[in-house]
């Protein structure tokens, strides 16, 4: 009876938080141990610390190695550096070809299907079709009948 007095006591310690981690392994090792006679109103706590066990083995089974950590955190090292590179590459690419193609120039108009760049030409012919359209108040559609001709 003197087992049985000693876990009553660690279960009340438990319970109210205050075990040490020796205590807790006893409790665990009783709770799982098939040998031991368990009176009926401790099921719950078997229960309770096979639990805990099959978490822990699970924890542990899961639980990634510190090497494994380490060699992913390695290639992760190497492939942030890999695609760094890959990217100034390309961004100095990118410059490069803007700065070699050469230029079109940005202003042309289209006169009766010809293109023009000329900048006095284009300036000129806008002009022109500014004052048609503006030319007589009293005749707003004058322009259009210029257009048809």
């Known amino acids: 009876m003197k087992k049985e007095e000693y876990i009553k006591q660690l279960l009340d310690k438990y319970l109210d938080g205050e075990t040490s981690s020796a205590e807790e392994r006893a409790l665990r090792g009783y709770f799982t141990n098939r040998d031991n006679n ?25 639980a990634p190695t510190a090497d494994s950590s380490l060699n992913k955190a390695r290639k992760t090292g190497r492939h942030g550096w890999i695609y760094t590179a890959i990217t100034a590459a390309a961004a100095i690419l990118i410059a490069v070809v803007m700065i070699a193609l050469p230029r079109q120039n940005d202003n042309y108009a289209v006169i009766d299907g010809k293109v023009y760049t000329n900048k006095k030409v284009v300036e000129e012919e806008a002009l022109k079709a500014l004052e048609m359209v503006s030319s007589d108040e009293e005749d707003n559609f004058g322009a259009l009948e210029l257009m048809r001709q």
């Open 38 to 62: 368990i009176p009926e109103e401790w099921m719950p706590y078997k229960a309770l610390f096979a639990y805990i066990a099959e978490e822990r083995a699970d924890a542990v089974e899961t």
